[in-house]
């Protein structure tokens, strides 16, 4: 059965999708939430999140506020719940939302499934995939005092503090060191990761900038065992907007921890779709369009004191991979790879290994990215569709977290004028790249940092 078929028969057994509750509780290790879906009276999902105790936590939330920024996060956690059987109309009995957060929620579920839709052969439009119903009346915003409860472009009167996310991968080791270095030198209170089930990658990346296990936040995030059960029987399955569910859950971290300012690390580079000359894009939520749309709807549902935003904006891949590979203390242990990502390791055979071996070749010899790496990808013909893909000869790019196709020819091309001017790998033996010009010393203007936090880019880039 084709998964049109699926979807269309799913729609059928089951109408609704019912966002019944949420809990959250406070204990001596923690805090502990819960939250609680239905399908039917025997499909029920109960996914939950843990964060640990840590001195610079304040549990202490009133009532209001916690229920407000643990609710939206439910609303981000449904959605990879609903797509087992995408019922038409998804019921939300803890809260209302009013027309303004349904429209922003139909946004972000829609476009944050355009890969789920393409490579499940769905077709579904804006208008008719789902169809929200609330009950009650919308919470209220609330004020969170901040230590610096005003953010002002001059850092030379206020303190100003930070959140930075961190994955293990490049981009946010940048933001990492950029911001953290920027923050030393003026005195300032150091930046505080914040790391999503903690990983090898991610604790030794935080462990060379300076923190120990104890000194990061820490978000333990449980998927209910029942969703990859239904998986297996044949449910609906494919890729969902896991960074706007980070995104509502590092507001929540900000209140906890007393920092107003977000700092996520998402280049500019996100903002392009994957399959070309469409609106599906794996990096949605990490794209500007995403920003800015949770950035209205925070300040106008939530409160205007958060302030999240992308330090990397202004920038492409290939700069922050140029600002990376100046920073060799992290080449061994960071890693961006999907498939090793529970071994901690480059699987080597991917195309998210591929793109992070082409975008730092220009930067670093053939023979330390082998030592990263394992091989010389480039020398891989088993690699062949991934690199045509990357470079554009296909209509539609990797289902990855990868640059821009032009980013990825220059890349080349100045791997080849570097390195290669001799003898060439096997996936560069007949490769010309596309003639684009591409400056690494001038930056995007589309983006939401402060001044202070541009000075910090363009120091580095400029």
């Known amino acids: 059965m084709s998964c049109q078929k699926k979807y269309n028969l799913f729609r059928q057994t089951f109408p609704e999708f019912v966002f019944e509750n949420y809990r959250y509780d406070v204990q001596p290790d923690g805090l502990h939430i819960t939250f609680r879906f239905r399908l039917n009276d025997s499909l029920v999902f109960e996914p939950a999140s843990f964060i640990p105790c840590r001195p610079f936590l304040n549990f202490g939330l009133s009532a209001e ?4 920024l643990v609710f939206n996060i439910g609303m981000a956690e449904l959605v990879s719940y609903w797509k087992s059987y995408c019922p038409p109309v998804i019921r939300v009995l803890p809260h209302g939302l009013d027309a303004d957060q349904i429209a922003f929620w139909k946004k ?15 077709r579904a439009t804006l208008d008719d995939f789902v169809t929200i119903k609330t009950e009650g009346e919308p919470l209220p915003t609330k004020p969170f ?11 030379s009167s206020v303190s100003e503090n930070y959140i930075i996310p961190v994955g293990g991968g490049k981009d946010s080791v940048v933001t990492l060191d950029l911001l953290g270095q920027a923050l030393r030198e003026h005195q300032m209170e150091r930046p505080l990761p ?9 604790v030794e990346c935080c462990r060379i900038a300076g923190y120990g296990r104890e000194d990061f936040i820490e978000i333990r995030r449980f998927i209910h065992p029942l969703l990859l059960e239904l998986n297996g029987k044949g449910a609906l399955n494919g890729h969902t907007p896991f960074s706007a569910m980070l995104a509502f859950y590092t507001l929540l971290a900000s209140a906890l921890s007393g920092r107003r300012n977000i700092a996520l690390s998402n280049e500019n580079s996100a903002n392009e779709a994957t399959v070309l000359s469409s609106h599906v894009n794996h990096q949605y939520s990490k794209s500007l369009e995403f920003e800015n749309d949770f950035r209205d709807y925070v300040s106008t549902h939530l409160s205007s004191d958060f302030n999240y935003f992308s330090f990397l904006r202004p920038l492409s891949e290939l700069q922050i991979a140029m600002l990376f590979a100046q920073l060799d203390n992290y080449h061994d242990v960071f890693r961006s790879c999907n498939v090793g990502s529970k071994q901690d390791v480059w699987c080597g055979h991917c195309a998210k290994c591929l793109f992070a071996f082409i975008i730092l070749s220009p930067f670093l010899s053939p023979e330390r990215l082998s030592c990263i790496f ?3 990808l480039l020398d891989d013909e088993s690699m062949r569709l991934y690199f045509r893909q990357l470079t554009g000869l296909e209509q539609v790019k990797p289902f990855e977290c990868v640059g821009t196709v032009s980013e990825v020819n220059v890349a080349l091309a100045m791997a080849l004028q570097r390195w290669y001017t001799s003898m060439r790998p096997s996936l560069l033996q007949d490769f010309t790249p596309s003639q684009i010009q591409m400056s690494l010393h001038t930056i ?16 580095h880039v400029v």
């Open 65 to 68: 506020q916690m229920n407000l």
């Open 108 to 122: 972000l579920y829609f476009n944050g499934l355009g890969e789920f839709f393409y490579t499940n052969g769905i």
């Open 145 to 155: 005092i901040f230590k610096d409860a005003a953010r002002v472009e001059s850092v």
């Open 194 to 202: 914040l790391v999503m089930n903690p990983r090898g990658a991610t």
């Open 374 to 376: 394992g091989r010389n």
């Open 444 to 459: 995007s203007p589309q983006h939401n940092l402060n001044d202070f936090e541009l000075r910090q880019i363009l120091r």
